[in-house]
């Protein structure tokens, strides 16, 4: 572990851009995250392109769709290092 070098963090990901990913990753489209969670494509789409926020309530069931935990979603910058040490 001597030679372990952190990767440094190259790009910034916001959460539209998290929910986007994370549904990309799964091979799902907009239509089929709609029909596993309830959520109207329109407002999944709204929600991916910033013009809705994505709200805890959502988060969560995105995040049950998806697969990941919804902090993954909710907070994908999140640096626990970088906060510990402020």
């Not at 070098?5 to 994370?22: C, G, H, L, P």
């Not at 489209?29 to 994505?54: C, F, H, M, W, Y």
């Not at 995040?63 to 990941?68: E, F, G, M």
Request: glycine fraction near 4%; include cysteine; hydrophobic fraction near 45%.
């Amino acid at each position: 572990m001597k030679d372990y070098v952190k990767a440094q963090k190259t790009v910034d990901v916001t959460v539209a851009e998290s929910v986007r990913i994370m549904r990309e990753f799964q091979e799902l489209s907009q239509n089929d995250l709609a029909k596993l969670t309830g959520i109207p494509q329109s407002t999944i789409s709204a929600i991916e392109n910033g013009r809705v926020q994505l709200g805890v309530e959502r988060a969560k069931v995105l995040a049950r769709a998806l697969s990941c935990h919804p902090a993954v979603l909710v907070f994908p910058g999140w640096d626990v290092e970088q906060e510990t040490a402020a």
